[in-house]
Structures are given as C-alpha cells and as structure tokens.
C-alpha cells in the first residue's frame, strides 16, 4: 500500500501527546448518546506473494450505517489497537467520499481537505473540532479528530442535520474508514 500523506496528516499521525481545548460545538453539556461508533481493527500487513507486498489493514467503524433523530448526540471511540489518530469528516454526499488513498493524500476529496485544517502541524491537531454550519454535524465543514487516548479518545456530537437527510463520514487519515448517518 502506498501511504502518501500531506504534511499535516502526518502531524495527526505521529502526535503522541494529548492535549488540547475541550471539545467545543458538540451541543453543550454531555447529552445522553444513545449510539457509539468505534473505530475498530488493526493495521495488519501481509505479503501477498512474488515481489509485491500487498498491504491489509482491519481499520474500520464498528457501524457502516447509523439511523439518528435529529437533534440525537452520537459517540465515536478510539477503540482500535493503533496509536493512530482518526478524524470523522462530514460529507453530504456519498460521491464526496474518497474511493482511494490518492484521493485523501494529498486531498482532493472535499471532505479531506476539510480535515486537513484540524493542523496541529507534528503535534496534536491545533483544533480538535472543526464546524461549519449549525453547531454539531450537518454540513461539509463538520469533523472531529480523535485520539487514541487521554480526553479526545471520544467525541459526543449532536446531529444537527435536520431530518430527512443523511450525512457521510470519513476519516481523512486511513480513508477506507467511512460510515453513514441516516437522519429521521
Ligand atoms: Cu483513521
């Protein structure tokens, strides 16, 4: 596998330290979160044969599709076995999303450029939440980062989205890793 990230994502990638403001945005005081989605897996690499050296990672959400009223609060966890930071980025269409790394890096997928100004440059992201529209997830604009511990190991996030729509996410880092949030 060919893992070409831009500077800034690789910032995301090596930053051990956790530190940073409070999550801001994220709908006020700690909302009931009726759904968790955790990041899951590993980064597990294989030979697959001759002189080419295919690469598997297991990295992924527990959830591909989550259905949400609007106004709910949602969870995400670092739950995987990486020191690996995620992002989830909102998309507001399916053909936002990447469908290969050379997409995410460097970014030409909306969403990935979106995470890229989470910054923080080698260290942790300089913003750990990043919004557009109203305050929660609604609109491209919208992504959180997480770490793989300490503060930022999850997220609760309102879904501001107004029923009737549905939200796509990525993490701009490993961006096979994509979900769905379905508004009602
Ligand atoms: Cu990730």
Known sequence: MRIRV???????????????????????SAPQAAITVKSLGNETFVRSGGFYKGALATLRWSR???????????TF????????P????????????PTDFD??????????AVAAKHGGG??????????????????LGDSIALAPKGPHKTATVVV???????????CAIHPWMQGEIKVT
């Open 6 to 28: 831009g500077a800034v994502m690789l910032g995301l990638l090596v930053f051990a330290a956790v530190t940073g403001a409070a999550l801001a945005g994220t709908g006020g």
């Open 64 to 74: 591909l599709t989550i259905t949400v009223k609007s106004g709910d609060s949602v």
């Open 77 to 84: 966890e670092h739950a995987d076995k990486t020191q690996d």
């Open 86 to 97: 995620h992002t989830v980025t909102i998309a507001t269409t399916k053909a936002q999303l």
């Open 103 to 112: 997409e995410a890096a460097p970014p030409t997928c909306k969403p990935c």
């Open 122 to 139: 080698n260290g942790p992201p300089k913003h750990w939440v990043l919004n557009a529209g109203k305050p929660g997830l609604d609109t």
């Open 160 to 170: 501001s989205a107004p029923a009737g729509t549905t939200l796509y996410y990525v």
